[in-house]
């Protein structure tokens, strides 16, 4: 019987992607505000994060904002990192049914999570384990 073939994404190297109406405010955004690496080429923007992977970041004329999240940064200390974030010009966002503290966290079940936006509108977050 011939060896079973090994699945054909097995072993990419998976990435993920998301679009923005401005490239050069995003990667003011990403790389001054939140202290990212970013490298543009060829109009598009790379987002290395620690870990080693890299996001795509797209222009798109027609640029309609995530209602998700597409991109969690995990944190060792929540607080801190929204002090920072809110420091640097970044406002938390608050979601009906999800009640947050005075700083924008939200710690109902899971992990304690504050949600913000990016310029595009694209909704990141900041979280911590407990």
Excluded: C
């Amino acid at each position: 019987m011939p060896p079973t073939p090994t699945p054909p994404l097995r072993d990419s190297k998976a990435f993920s992607g998301f679009s923005v109406d401005d490239v050069p405010e995003a990667a003011r955004f990403y790389g001054t505000v939140l202290g990212l690496d970013v490298t543009e080429e060829h109009g598009l923007l790379h987002l290395h994060p620690a870990g080693g992977a890299t996001i795509l970041v797209y222009p798109k004329a027609d640029h309609t904002p995530a209602s998700f999240t597409v991109l969690n940064f995990p944190v060792p200390d929540i607080e801190q990192a929204v002090d920072e974030l809110t420091a640097r010009g970044v406002e938390f966002e608050r979601y009906p049914g999800l009640e947050a503290d005075e700083k924008g966290i939200f710690r109902g079940g899971g992990p304690l999570i504050a949600w913000f936006t990016d310029p595009a509108g694209n909704v990141l977050s900041v979280l911590q384990e407990r």
